[in-house]
């Protein structure tokens, strides 16, 4: 059995994310939709303080590229979005194995409301016939018939959650965003193709199927770190694994200083004698989404890089230890780091509000020039850019300062 190092650890999971080496040459629409096949998954989220969430995934991956790009993905059927790590775009060859949920949604406690679907049956069959004869609606068609504005989500328009049940029981999908509002249509327009009875995967294939889109995914996997990325049922994994491992598909390694079995997903089996001889390392210097596949599951992030992250944009401020919106900072095959951003648009200016360095991390000349580089770079893909700094090291503000 191979011996690793955590670092090598480490760059091969970055190695999976597509965040070994920075990008080669400008981004094409293709990349956009392999990069996405390459983590499974992308999460979706609506704060825009910088760039949505999916749009910086992807830029710290691809560089420059139209987020357009991902809109035509989606409105095209090559990505669909459903329930999977949280509401995420997915390749459409998923479809099958998400279909279950769609025809069980039981399981899925609000995200179904089966005692909303219940109480309001009749109602949520009309709409969906309607759409059925008149077309795509988004929940903005709608208005409260009361005049109230709602301020929260047990009252929002009643349209708005029927949407959201068909969506999840799947007799509607989204078949395009339009400014990011969803745009719903039944899914047999958005997915003609698709017949159940043909096309459904047997169910016994769904959790080895979604195991190993897992694993290639992270690149390094443990028992207790498979059931997050597609929201399993919460247990370990490890008989599951070990199958995998004897089917050729995951290969075991030792992690110098884990306790727990760990596993390299087969598909980076060419880069696994780099890893051996500790050669192996990533040379990107980029910022990260908070909903990043990287630091989305906190025990992993904590384990993999020493990294204790808490997306604090649902923490009352007062409560709040490094900002509204930080942004982790992955430097060459480590997290150093933290910055609070806002993009001020009409201004033109991308804020670092404040810079958060990781204990025991030296920022020195050559940290700073790499990091500013970075941030220079993200604020230009913003349109916003004029670097601003309030709170942060002061070899980065000569950094950023600098040509």
Request: charged share 30%.
């Given at each position: 059995?191979?011996?690793?190092?955590?670092?090598?650890?480490r760059?091969?999971?970055l190695?999976?994310?597509?965040?070994?080496?920075?990008?080669?040459?400008k981004?094409?629409?293709?990349?956009?939709?392999?990069?996405?096949?390459?983590?499974?998954?992308?999460?979706?989220?609506?704060?825009?303080?910088?760039?949505?969430?999916?749009?910086?995934?992807?830029?710290?991956r691809?560089?420059?590229?139209?987020?357009?790009?991902?809109?035509e993905?989606?409105?095209?059927?090559?990505?669909f979005?459903?329930?999977?790590?949280?509401?995420c775009?997915?390749?459409?060859?998923?479809?099958?194995l998400?279909?279950?949920?769609?025809?069980?949604?039981?399981?899925?406690?609000?995200?179904?409301?089966?005692?909303?679907?219940?109480?309001?049956?009749?109602?949520?069959?009309?709409?969906?016939?309607?759409?059925?004869?008149?077309?795509p609606?988004?929940?903005?068609?709608?208005?409260?018939?009361?005049?109230?504005?709602?301020?929260?989500?047990?009252?929002?328009?009643?349209?708005?959650?029927?949407?959201?049940?068909?969506?999840?029981?799947?007799?509607?999908?989204?078949?395009?965003?339009?400014?990011?509002?969803?745009?719903?249509?039944?899914?047999?327009r958005?997915?003609?193709?698709w017949?159940?009875?043909?096309?459904?995967?047997?169910?016994?294939?769904?959790?080895p199927a979604?195991?190993?889109y897992?694993?290639?995914a992270?690149?390094?996997?443990?028992?207790?770190?498979v059931?997050?990325?597609?929201?399993?049922?919460?247990?370990?994994?490890?008989?599951?694994?070990?199958?995998?491992?004897?089917a050729?598909?995951?290969?075991?390694?030792?992690?110098?200083?884990?306790?727990?079995?760990?596993?390299?997903?087969?598909?980076?089996?060419?880069?696994?004698?780099?890893?051996?001889?500790?050669?192996?390392?990533?040379?990107?210097?980029?910022?990260l989404?908070?909903?990043?596949?990287?630091v989305?599951?906190?025990r992993?992030?904590?384990?993999?890089?020493g990294?204790?992250?808490?997306i604090?944009?649902?923490?009352?401020?007062?409560?709040?230890?490094?900002?509204y919106?930080?942004?982790?900072?992955?430097?060459?095959?480590?997290?150093?780091?933290?910055?609070?951003?806002?993009?001020?648009?009409?201004?033109?200016?991308?804020?670092l509000?404040?810079?958060?360095?990781?204990?025991?991390?030296?920022?020195?000349t050559?940290?700073?020039a790499?990091?500013?580089?970075?941030?220079?770079?993200?604020a230009?893909?913003?349109?916003?850019?004029?670097?601003?700094?309030?709170?942060?090291?002061?070899?980065?503000?000569k950094?950023?300062?600098?040509d």
């Amino acid at each position: 059995m191979l011996t690793l190092s955590p670092a090598a650890a480490r760059a091969l999971h970055l190695a999976a994310q597509g965040l070994l080496t920075p990008p080669r040459r400008k981004a094409t629409k293709a990349d956009v939709l392999d990069t996405i096949r390459r983590m499974a998954q992308l999460q979706i989220d609506t704060i825009h303080v910088v760039a949505r969430s999916p749009y910086l995934v992807l830029f710290s991956r691809l560089g420059d590229f139209s987020p357009q790009w991902l809109d035509e993905h989606l409105a095209e059927a090559r990505l669909f979005e459903y329930w999977s790590h949280e509401a995420c775009f997915l390749p459409v060859e998923q479809f099958g194995l998400m279909r279950y949920k769609m025809l069980d949604p039981s399981g899925m406690g609000w995200k179904y409301a089966a005692e909303w679907h219940e109480q309001n049956r009749p109602e949520i069959e009309r709409l969906l016939a309607r759409i059925r004869e008149e077309g795509p609606v988004k929940s903005a068609d709608f208005v409260r018939e009361d005049g109230v504005k709602g301020n929260g989500w047990w009252d929002r328009k009643p349209e708005k959650r029927h949407l959201e049940v068909l969506f999840t029981t799947g007799d509607l999908m989204v078949s395009e965003r339009r400014n990011f509002q969803r745009v719903y249509d039944v899914r047999e327009r958005v997915l003609p193709g698709w017949d159940d009875t043909r096309d459904l995967p047997p169910r016994e294939a769904v959790l080895p199927a979604l195991l190993d889109y897992t694993c290639r995914a992270l690149g390094v996997v443990r028992a207790d770190w498979v059931a997050d990325y597609y929201r399993l049922p919460r247990r370990s994994y490890r008989a599951e694994l070990e199958q995998l491992a004897d089917a050729g598909d995951l290969i075991p390694v030792a992690i110098d200083d884990w306790k727990e079995p760990a596993y390299v997903h087969r598909s980076l089996e060419a880069l696994l004698p780099a890893a051996e001889a500790d050669t192996l390392r990533s040379t990107v210097t980029t910022l990260l989404s908070p909903f990043d596949p990287v630091v989305w599951d906190r025990r992993r992030a904590s384990t993999l890089f020493g990294f204790d992250y808490t997306i604090e944009c649902y923490t009352p401020e007062h409560k709040r230890r490094y900002g509204y919106f930080c942004l982790p900072v992955l430097h060459r095959g480590r997290l150093v780091g933290r910055v609070d951003a806002k993009a001020h648009r009409t201004l033109r200016t991308f804020e670092l509000k404040a810079v958060h360095v990781e204990p025991g991390v030296r920022f020195g000349t050559g940290l700073a020039a790499d990091v500013a580089k970075a941030v220079k770079k993200l604020a230009a893909w913003h349109g916003t850019p004029e670097v601003t700094t309030r709170h942060a090291p002061p070899e980065l503000v000569k950094a950023l300062a600098g040509d």
